[in-house]
């Protein structure tokens, strides 16, 4: 190799023969070291920055730069990457399928530098003939909303040619979360994601986070199968959540009047239908195996039958009465409301077990703090009337919860994460860091390109 440079400039005549003899040595010792897992991959790359191209042709450039593109690879040298790339196409004479290759290339290195706009831009330029005619436009969709540019026409492009539908329901799912009229957009495609209730019952959670429409979210359960799973059911149990509070105020401000016998009367039979209204919600909720809903109830009821032991006692007695006949009267009154209070203590003994014996706190923390600023406004409402009546362990974890403030990460954070990722793009921490604060800004696109980038990573592979 160095004999052969120096050749070239003894016998300038013959510079382009010695040269081309340069090149090969280089190459051949390059090839060498690369089979050797010990290979020093910079050194490599060195070694081939060095390599004069003088007098080269066409076909000796393309395999030089081609090679030297593999070797900064391994070298994770990704300017150098780039920039053998953009003089690869400089090339004449290139296939469409070099011309494909080296231009990916080039995306490569520009998602690694998360540098979206670059990859969106230089990949609509390309065939994608691996992919599917509709894939390439999922592919530009990905691209163009990790880059803040507007991926519906390539989502609607998708969803024209796409013969999957649960893909296609799943971008179904995203223009739903990207528009601005979100139940207007679940109506236009309610009818697809029927087809996929659990998908559509995610969806319908996150809609109904973002705008409470009550009327839409019950038609939805009517019609689908939604019911059937969890987020359908945690969306209607917030639906019966409103029909419980409104009911709660109804029976909790009832009042016995003691003013005559005949009020009397009417209050008590009036407040005990109230209570058997409450009693039958009760049966329903445990029907549903809603545990929520069952601890909801079942302390409604307590207090209910608590309430009325005591209203009763406290009912006055006539004053027409004797003494003798006023201690009768007062017994026949606790005679009556004993059994309220009997059954007060029952409902609650019933109460403490649930507490102590169900996992449900614990799910109801993890789902709170994985869940979205939208849908913790929703689970806000369930644990702070869950944490009013809790026992004291209890009570105090969910009102710690409570007081827990989550805090989208600002864009400073999200910038500075980013930058740190990418002067280190085959650090596995920084693309974490990086993915848990743009899972709590609300990016779904990022974070499954994170997610992706950090599995690649792990295995070794090439992004």
């Excluded at 730069?65 to 290139?94: C, E, H, M, P, R």
């Excluded at 109904?208 to 945690?234: D, E, V």
């Excluded at 362990?393 to 400073?412: D, E, M, V, W, Y």
Aim: glycine share 4%; hydrophobic share 40%.
């Amino acid at each position: 190799q160095v004999r052969s440079l120096e050749y070239a400039r003894i016998y300038p005549q013959r510079k382009a023969e010695y040269l081309k003899i340069s090149r090969n040595a280089t190459m051949n010792i390059v090839a060498n070291n690369l089979k050797s897992d010990r290979s020093d991959f910079k050194a490599n790359l060195a070694a081939l920055n060095q390599v004069n191209l003088d007098g080269a042709d066409n076909s000796e450039r393309m395999k030089f730069y081609k090679n030297k593109i593999l070797v900064a690879q391994k070298a994770l040298d990704l300017d150098s990457v780039n920039s053998t790339a953009g003089l690869f196409l400089g090339l004449k004479g290139l296939s469409d399928r070099d011309r494909e290759w080296a231009m990916a290339q080039k995306v490569w290195v520009a998602e690694l530098q998360l540098n979206f706009a670059e990859a969106y831009r230089l990949t609509k330029q390309m065939e994608l003939s691996h992919l599917s005619k509709a894939d390439r436009e999922l592919r530009l969709a990905l691209l163009a909303d990790l880059a803040g540019l507007d991926s519906k026409k390539h989502n609607e492009a998708y969803l024209r040619q796409a013969n999957n539908l649960r893909a296609a329901n799943l971008v179904r799912v995203t223009l739903i979360k990207t528009s601005y009229s979100p139940w207007r957009e679940l109506d236009r495609q309610a009818k697809f994601l029927a087809l996929t209730p659990d998908l559509l019952a995610g969806i319908t959670l996150e809609t109904f986070a973002r705008q409470s429409n009550y009327s839409r979210a019950g038609q939805l359960l009517k019609t689908t199968r939604i019911g059937q799973f969890p987020a359908g059911q945690t969306l209607a149990r917030h639906l019966d959540m409103r029909d419980f509070h409104a009911f709660d105020r109804k029976i909790s401000s009832h009042r016995l009047y003691g003013y005559s016998d005949q009020a009397i009367g009417k209050t008590i039979r009036e407040r005990l239908r109230l209570i058997g209204q409450s009693q039958h919600h009760t049966q329903i909720a445990i029907k549903k195996h809603d545990w929520t809903l069952q601890v909801l109830s079942l302390t409604q009821l307590a207090r209910e039958n608590r309430r009325i032991n005591h209203d009763i006692l406290a009912l006055p007695v006539p004053q027409r009465l004797n003494a003798e006949e006023k201690a009768k009267y007062q017994q026949l009154l606790k005679a009556q409301s004993d059994p309220y209070l009997f059954q007060a203590a029952k409902i609650e003994s019933e109460l403490s077990q649930m507490w102590s014996q169900s996992n449900s706190v614990q799910n109801l923390q993890s789902a709170y703090m994985t869940a979205s600023p939208e849908l913790q406004k929703l689970y806000k409402d369930e644990i702070s009337q869950l944490a009013v009546n809790a026992p004291s362990g209890a009570q105090k974890r969910l009102q710690n919860l409570l007081s827990t403030p989550f805090r989208r990460p600002s864009q400073k954070d999200i910038l500075f994460a980013r930058k740190d990722l990418q002067a280190n793009p085959f650090d596995i921490s920084k693309a974490k860091t990086l993915r848990e604060l743009e899972a709590q800004s609300g990016r779904p696109a990022m974070v499954v390109y994170v997610d992706a980038r950090i599995s690649q990573l792990k295995t070794g592979k090439s992004l």
